[in-house]
C-alpha cells in the first residue's frame, strides 16, 4: 500500500472528483449506508443529516467546504486558506479485494494518524473517506475545526502516515507496494514505502512448535480465531449500533489473530533447517580442439 499527499485546494469539489474518477454530479446519490461508497467520516455528522445521510455528490463536496465559509477568518500557521486536505491510499495491484469494514477500518486510522480526527473531540473538522475506485481510499478533510480553528497537522506528517501505512499492511494483510506498482504516474508528495520480506536465517528445532501452533485450521490459535469470527457473526445478526460495533472489532481482532498465524508460520520458516545442496563436482574447463592447434603454431 501507498499513501500519496495531494496538495491542498481551497474547495472540495476536484478532490471529490477525482476520488470518484468522474465529475461529481447533482444527480448522483451517495450514502454511508454498508457498502455504500463513503465509508467513513468524522463523527458528528450524523447530528447533522438525516437518517439516510443519502445526498448528491456536489452536496458532500459543499458540506466539506462549508466550515471556510463559516470562518472566513481561520488559515493556516503560514496564513495559507487552502483548508482542504485530500490524501489517497493505493492498494498492490496484488492484493486481494478488501471488504466494506475493512475499508472503513483504513479510513478511520488514516483520519486518526494525520490528526484530523482526535477521538473524543467533538469539534473536530469534517472528514469522509470515499472508496470510489477499485483499489484506492481517498480521505478528503477541511482542516478548520468547528470551533473556527485551524487542525493541527502532525509536525512530521509524512513520517506518520509511513508508520500508519505499515502498520494497515500488516494488520490486513497487504502485498508490499513498491512505488512504481502501485501509484499512477504523478508527482506524489506522500511517503512511500516497499516492506522488503524477511529471509531465512537461522535453523532450530521450535520449528515445529511453531508450525503446530501456526495450523490454519487445527491449531490452537486457529480455534480461538474461529470462536472470535462465530462470535463476530452473531453479533452481526443483531440489530443496534453497538453490536455493529462489536461484529466490526470481533472481526478485526479476528484478522488480527489470522496475522498471528501466518507470522508464526514465517518465524518456522526461518527457524526451519534449510535443505542439504546437493553437491556438484566442479566442472573442469573444456578446451577446444581448435584452440590448442592455434597454440602451437
Known amino acids: 500500500m501507498i499513501i500519496k499527499v495531494h496538495s491542498r485546494d481551497v474547495t472540495a469539489g476536484e478532490a471529490l472528483a477525482e476520488a470518484l474518477g468522474r465529475e461529481i454530479r447533482v444527480e448522483e446519490?451517495?450514502?454511508?449506508?454498508?457498502?455504500?461508497?463513503?465509508v467513513a467520516h468524522w463523527n458528528q455528522l450524523d447530528h447533522r443529516t438525516d437518517d439516510d445521510r443519502i445526498w448528491e455528490s456536489a452536496s458532500w463536496a459543499d458540506h466539506l467546504a462549508d466550515p471556510s465559509l463559516e470562518h472566513p477568518l481561520a488559515s493556516g500557521p503560514d496564513g495559507d486558506r487552502r483548508a482542504i486536505l485530500h490524501i489517497t491510499a493505493y492498494l498492490h495491484p496484488l492484493n486481494r479485494e478488501l471488504t466494506h469494514a475493512e475499508w472503513q477500518e483504513m479510513g478511520y486510522r488514516l483520519a486518526r494518524a494525520a490528526g484530523i480526527a482526535p477521538p473524543g473531540d467533538?469539534?473536530?473538522?469534517?472528514?469522509?473517506?470515499v472508496q470510489g475506485q477499485p483499489g484506492r481510499l481517498d480521505l478528503i478533510a477541511n482542516l478548520i475545526r468547528a470551533?473556527?480553528?485551524?487542525?493541527?497537522?502532525?509536525?512530521?506528517?509524512?513520517?506518520?502516515?509511513?508508520?500508519?501505512?505499515?502498520?494497515?499492511?500488516?494488520?490486513?494483510l497487504l502485498h508490499p507496494s513498491p512505488l512504481q506498482d502501485a501509484v499512477p504516474p504523478g508527482p506524489s508528495?506522500?511517503?512511500?514505502?516497499?516492506?522488503s520480506p524477511r529471509v531465512p536465517t537461522a535453523t532450530s528445532p521450535l520449528a515445529g512448535i511453531l508450525r503446530q501452533l501456526a495450523a490454519e485450521q487445527s491449531g490452537p490459535v486457529a480455534a480461538v480465531r474461529q470462536l472470535v469470527e462465530e462470535v463476530g457473526r452473531q453479533a452481526a445478526a443483531l440489530?443496534?449500533?453497538?453490536?455493529?460495533?462489536?461484529?466490526?472489532?470481533?472481526?478485526?481482532?479476528?484478522?488480527?489473530?489470522?496475522?498471528?498465524?501466518?507470522?508464526?508460520?514465517?518465524i518456522a520458516?526461518?527457524?526451519?533447517?534449510?535443505?542439504?545442496?546437493?553437491?556438484v563436482a566442479p566442472a573442469l574447463p573444456v578446451q577446444a580442439p581448435g584452440a590448442s592447434r592455434a597454440t602451437g603454431r
Open 122 to 129: 467533538d469539534a473536530a473538522c469534517r472528514w469522509i473517506a
Open 239 to 266: 440489530s443496534g449500533d453497538q453490536t455493529n460495533a462489536a461484529a466490526r472489532d470481533l472481526f478485526w481482532a479476528a484478522r488480527r489473530l489470522y496475522g498471528l498465524q501466518e507470522q508464526l508460520g514465517e
Open 189 to 195: 508528495t506522500g511517503p512511500a514505502v516497499a516492506l
Open 269 to 279: 520458516s526461518r527457524l526451519q533447517p534449510p535443505a542439504a545442496a546437493a553437491s
Open 147 to 172: 470551533d473556527g480553528t485551524w487542525s493541527a497537522l502532525p509536525h512530521r506528517l509524512a513520517q506518520t502516515l509511513l508508520t500508519e501505512q505499515q502498520r494497515l499492511a500488516a494488520d490486513l
Open 29 to 38: 446519490g451517495l450514502t454511508t449506508e454498508p457498502g455504500s461508497t463513503v
